[in-house]
């Protein structure tokens, strides 16, 4: 990573704990910061999440902070961009069947409004970080495009699909059920991640729903200055 890194005027990293553990997220993004620190690259950009700053307790949520820490500590010109939840979720492989049926479904109330963002959005907020430089080290930005409920989801859906959508709500427990036995995937540890995705999945939109503390509801992006 030094060497691909050697170089770079700016790196942006990010990492997922979606196919692997959290634990491997934190060591990689720890690894490519001090591989960006080695190489005396002049800014680094770190992608973790909304809210991941407030002890939130989802594991996935606190392994980004834990990076972030340890970007903090390293002495790098560093910018923190933590988008909300991705606008794209909407149509992605585990939403498209129920929406063939005519159905958005998430575990979310139908009025319940959920901050969220496009991953274009977020590109262009990180080409303005590259941009601003000095003005943005050391400062960390929860972003976010929009706010909507699962009945103006649908209602957007509807309109530019041409066909009628429907939002459905679900108990965010129902979550934890998606995953319970080896033959629905594969490997046991394909198995244990999953397991460990749809708990913390179930445990996001627990706060997403207003159920205990509110800190998945992240603040609206302001303006760099």
């Known amino acids: 990573m030094r060497r691909a890194a050697s170089g770079a005027d700016t790196v942006f990293a990010m990492g997922t704990p979606f196919g692997s553990e959290v ?4 060591k990689e993004g720890m690894a490519l910061a001090d591989a960006s620190r080695a190489a005396g690259v002049g800014h680094l950009i770190y992608a973790s999440g909304a809210s991941a700053d407030r002890h939130t307790g989802i594991p996935y949520s606190d392994s980004k902070y834990r990076v972030e820490q340890h970007i903090a500590s390293l002495g790098v010109p560093y910018t923190i961009s933590a988008p909300v939840f991705f606008m794209q979720n909407l149509v992605s492989p585990w939403v498209l069947p129920a929406l063939r049926q005519g159905k958005l479904t998430m575990a979310l109330p139908a009025a319940r409004k959920l901050q969220q963002i ?4 977020i590109g262009e907020f990180v080409a303005a970080l590259v941009d601003r430089r000095e003005v943005v080290f050391g ?3 929860d972003i976010a495009g929009d706010e909507l409920s ?3 989801m649908a209602a957007i859906l509807s309109r530019v699909s041409g ?4 939002y459905e709500g679900f108990p965010a427990e ?3 059920r ?4 080896p033959r629905l995937c594969g490997s046991g540890s394909t198995v244990s991640v999953l397991r460990s995705i749809s708990k913390d999945c179930a445990a996001t939109f627990r706060k997403y729903a207003g159920i205990g503390s509110r800190t998945g509801r992240a603040r609206r992006t302001g303006a760099l200055s």
């Open 23 to 26: 634990e491997e997220e934190i």
């Open 118 to 121: 496009a991953v274009g959005d």
């Open 139 to 141: 400062r960390r930005f």
């Open 150 to 152: 699962g009945e103006q």
């Open 163 to 166: 066909r009628e959508i429907h």
């Open 174 to 176: 129902a979550l934890r």
């Open 178 to 181: 998606r995953v319970r036995t």
